[in-house]
């Protein structure tokens, strides 16, 4: 965006403050070397696929697809 340009936001002002979450976790040994573009389903949380800053010594993973919760709708 042009910063001249009075009125306007950044798209950062737009992003959810919240939509970041760093999680702490164990991962099988083979998935250190887990190709970029590749998916994984993590158990009962949902699809991750690795980050571009991943390495081996220091994955990371972004989720991509949350898995529906059908336990939510039965104990409701």
Known sequence: PNDS????????????????VKVKGLLEPSLKDAPIGRTYQFERVGY??????????HPVFNRTVTLKDSWAKINK
Do not use: Y
């Open 48 to 57: 991750f696929c690795p980050d571009t800053d991943s390495t081996p010594e």
């Open 5 to 20: 340009s009075a009125g306007q936001t950044s798209w950062e002002d737009n992003l959810n403050p919240e939509s970041l």
